[in-house]
């Protein structure tokens, strides 16, 4: 996201999140590879706090740009909890807190996989797997 590499445990983000639940146990080729990438444009403080809400649950945001990218990365790997949150930050500053006042065609792309390194503009969600 945004050029930012997050290494993830596939266990927990599919855990999470029914768009990688669907990733990984479809039939998509995401299943076998070791690396994920995910192109999308989101800042890194946004794909960090995406991170940290699947990891630990936290849902702080701290500035508008950051709760507006929240909003529509919540929305798309469906993390209900986040999302509420970035609206509920949205609103409290007198925000619109809708998708449709922050997304745009441009803003997401589809989800690819491979099987060497990401380039610097998605992250990977890397097997933890192989790690030792």
């Known amino acids: 996201m945004g050029g930012h590499v997050a290494h ?3 266990g927990l983000l599919a855990a999470v999140s029914p768009y990688f639940r669907a990733m990984f146990a479809g039939g998509f080729r995401e299943r076998t ?3 994920v990438s995910i ?19 936290d849902t702080s945001l701290s500035t508008t740009g950051t709760a507006r990218e929240v909003l529509l990365l919540s929305d798309f790997f469906s ?7 970035a609206a509920e930050f949205l609103r409290a ?7 449709t006042a922050y997304s745009s065609i441009a803003w997401l792309t589809t989800a690819t996989a491979t099987d060497t390194e990401t380039d610097t503009c998605s992250t990977a969600f890397t097997d933890e797997r192989s790690i030792s």
Do not use: F
């Open 33 to 35: 590879l070791g690396e």
């Open 39 to 57: 192109d999308v444009e989101a800042s890194p403080e946004s794909a960090e706090c995406v991170m940290r809400h699947m990891y630990l649950g």
């Open 93 to 99: 500053r007198g925000l619109d807190a809708s998708i």
């Open 8 to 10: 993830a445990h596939r």
């Open 79 to 85: 993390l209900p909890l986040l999302h509420s949150a």
